[in-house]
């Protein structure tokens, strides 16, 4: 074993740690000394948006003092940044997954320890509603104990600022530096001043649901298709109560849920992995729906910040639509609907991420809706709202990573609201006698045939990640030149945030963060976008192609020519 390695072992083994950790790691030495080497090689990063990593015990793990450290670090940089006089507010909340409510509670506990006021859920909660309530209840900052869609053995700390969004620069940097000066856990304040923390629950609900009622655009074509036929699971997370409740807000009165799945289990005993984007996650929904005959299933994952969505193709099997299509029928609904109601002004826009659909942004020129587009990551969709609040107006957004959000009350994306609008963009699809699949091919039609597919390459582990930055750096090294046999005519580099036109050479900047994305743009329209995942062991391989579709009847004839083309790309970058 490498010699840092041994000195946080025995650091952690010597010094005044509980006794469960001290046991946990003496089983590592004597039975498994990999696990142990990926415990303690590195610390568990404080990223830009949090912690998230595999819980145990070690320095590279998600336990009690990891935790605590990433909570010391976030109070101290808030009272640096608002003073101490000032009266500080923070939310809590966390999802279903295991250690979730203790890691709450021990954040909690800091929190009240620095003297600032807590508001914790007294149950599992969504995280769009942890930003709702920083922002309703004026707080400084809050934090949800989640990693999403993350396997079962996952647990995160994701941190939030006063405008309910997640850590963006300044911040994001300036908070990494305070939790990396917590070397020693007696720097921790661990006991609470109970006084300081009280409980909320129902009350925000209430006024969380109200609001999300408010977006409906087109209640009276609800009332006609009340009669919708909708599957929902919760996956076993913190959708169970709310998704439910907000479908019935709006109208919907044929509402079935997976009972199996509405069990709160951080060990997810039904499925696999419980992201929405995994076919088996939906597995007991659309058998449900196939039961039932169902018009549409929801799927939203631990934490209810993204939803995956099943609906009927035109041979009336039960088919998964991916992050773009959604978005692409929802952000075409919501502006369709205000542009026909005389509800845009000419001020309006809406945000999408760079790996995400450029069908978005033909529909938006359609109707001359501005549009931006950011870094992956949501907290570059908040950034814009609040860089243009009262301002513009925000219309809606997304990532193809099933994040949807619309209005400007949540800064995050919201599973919540997106079930909603969904699925009222359905009762509007069968209003007009389409189905949504049928909706969604229209659109290919007036806009063009975009096919999107990623690839996820998982590479675990200390040696995982030495990997994937290897692959990255060959990348830079190496341009590409051609794929597939066509010749790649523009590269951009997000880490030197620079562009280069492979045609005649010329460079120009790129007005976004730095980040480890590069992008290569080929002669017939391809994108295809590298980049490490910021919360797994995996490096993404994005694709996205666009072909002309004249007639729904060319539909799948055009579908084969592009999945021709998706697999021949594929081979040229060894992905296959």
């Excluded at 595999?54 to 940089?77: D, E, P, W």
């Excluded at 006084?195 to 409906?216: C, F, P, Q, T, V």
């Excluded at 193709?313 to 998964?320: A, V």
Aim: include cysteine; charged fraction near 30%.
């Amino acid at each position: 074993m490498e010699k840092n390695i041994q000195i946080k072992v025995d650091k952690w083994l010597n010094e005044n740690y509980d006794d469960d950790t001290k046991n946990e790691i003496r089983n590592l030495t004597i039975n498994n000394e990999k696990e142990l080497i990926d415990s303690f090689y590195k610390e568990l990063e404080f990223g830009t948006g949090g912690l998230r990593g595999i819980m145990g015990a070690g320095t590279n793990r998600m336990n009690k003092y990891t935790v605590g450290a990433a909570a010391q670090g976030l109070s101290n940089y808030i009272i640096k940044f608002f003073g101490e006089k000032e009266k500080i507010k923070v939310a809590v909340a966390y999802d279903s997954r295991n250690n979730s409510r203790f890691f709450a509670e021990t954040v909690s506990n800091i929190f009240s320890a620095n003297g600032f006021e807590v508001f914790l859920f007294d149950a599992l909660r969504p995280t769009p509603e942890l930003s709702f309530a920083v922002r309703y209840l004026n707080c400084k900052a809050g934090v949800v104990i989640t990693a999403s869609h993350n396997p079962k053995e996952y647990n995160g700390f994701k941190a939030y600022w006063n405008d309910g969004g997640q850590i963006v620069p300044p911040h994001d940097k300036n908070i990494i530096v305070e939790v990396n000066k917590i070397s020693e856990i007696e720097q921790i304040k661990f006991e609470a001043i109970k006084a300081h923390i009280y409980i909320i629950g129902e009350e925000i609900d209430n006024i969380y649901l109200k609001k999300i009622k408010e977006l409906s655009i087109s209640p009276e074509i609800i009332e006609k298709n009340s009669d919708l036929k909708i599957v929902y699971t919760a996956i076993h997370g913190s959708g169970v109560n709310l998704v439910p409740k907000v479908l019935k807000n709006f109208g919907f009165k044929n509402v079935y849920t997976v009972k199996e799945q509405d069990i709160s289990d951080g060990n997810f005993p039904t499925v696999n992995s419980p992201n929405p984007e995994n076919a088996d996650a939906l597995e007991m929904a659309v058998n449900l729906a196939k039961e039932i005959d169902a018009d549409l299933v929801l799927a939203t994952d631990p934490d209810a910040d993204r939803v995956g969505i099943a609906v009927k193709d035109n041979n009336e099997k039960f088919i998964l639509l991916n992050g773009n299509q959604t978005a692409s029928v929802l952000i075409y609904y919501l502006i369709k609907k205000k542009f026909e109601n005389n509800l845009l002004k000419g001020n309006e826009y809406i945000v999408k991420t760079i790996v995400t659909s450029e069908l978005l942004v033909e529909i938006a020129k359609k109707y001359k809706v501005e549009y931006f587009d950011v870094l992956t990551g949501f907290k570059y969709i908040a950034e814009i709202i609040k860089e243009n609040e009262g301002k513009k107006l925000f219309i809606g957004g997304g990532e193809e990573s099933y994040g949807y959000l619309a209005g400007e009350f949540v800064r995050d994306k919201d599973a919540v609201m997106a079930s909603a609008l969904i699925a009222e963009t359905a009762a509007w699809a069968k209003e007009n006698g389409k189905s949504f699949y049928e909706q969604l091919i229209e659109i290919y039609v007036k806009f063009g045939f975009f096919k999107e597919t990623l690839v996820n390459i998982v590479k675990k582990g200390k040696e995982g990640a030495e990997e994937i930055k290897k692959m990255m750096s060959d990348y830079r090294k190496n341009h590409l030149v051609e794929i597939a046999g066509m010749k790649v005519v523009e590269i951009k580099d997000y880490l030197i945030q620079e562009s280069v036109n492979m045609i005649n050479g010329t460079k120009s900047p790129i007005n976004l963060p730095k980040a480890d994305v590069i992008q290569f743009f080929i002669e017939d329209g391809t994108k295809v976008t590298v980049r490490p995942s910021g919360t797994e062991p995996k490096i993404k391989f994005y694709i996205g192609l666009k072909e002309t579709l004249n007639s729904k009847e060319d539909f799948e004839e055009i579908n084969k020519i592009a999945d021709e083309k998706l697999n021949n790309i594929k081979k040229s970058l060894n992905l296959l």
